[in-house]
């Protein structure tokens, strides 16, 4: 019997395109906190944070009406969306 491989050593990329992807992800995530979190608090500009994080996708959302912790859950998914393309640019070809 050949054995295929599973998860991220499919591609030839798999694991370091996992890795960068992921690292991404738990930065968009744990910036959404802290923004969550200090907009509680004082209602700053903490959310200045999140769309420097998730640039590119954070200035087409300037068109998607929006404000307050809707902003941030929009910008929060587009972040992740993100991290999906990283992972799918990244991961390069299937090993057969």
């Known amino acids: 019997m050949k054995?295929?491989?599973?998860g991220p050593l499919r591609y030839?990329?798999?694991r370091r395109a996992l890795w960068i992807s992921g690292?991404?992800?738990v930065l968009v995530i744990g910036t959404a906190l802290f923004v969550f979190v200090a907009s509680r608090a004082s209602g700053g500009m903490a959310a200045?944070?999140?769309?420097l994080v998730?640039?590119?996708?954070?200035v087409l959302s300037q068109f998607i009406p929006g404000e307050g912790k809707t902003y941030?859950?929009?910008l929060t998914?587009?972040?992740?969306?993100?991290a999906v393309l990283l992972w799918?640019?990244?991961?390069?070809?299937k090993v057969r």
Request: hydrophobic share 50%; net charge positive.
């Open 88 to 93: 799918a640019l990244l991961r390069g070809k």
């Open 72 to 74: 941030i859950i929009i």
């Open 23 to 25: 690292a991404y992800a």
């Open 48 to 51: 200045v944070w999140l769309v």
């Open 54 to 58: 998730t640039l590119p996708f954070s």
């Open 12 to 14: 030839s990329n798999g």
């Open 3 to 6: 054995h295929t491989p599973r």
């Open 77 to 82: 998914a587009g972040g992740l969306v993100q």
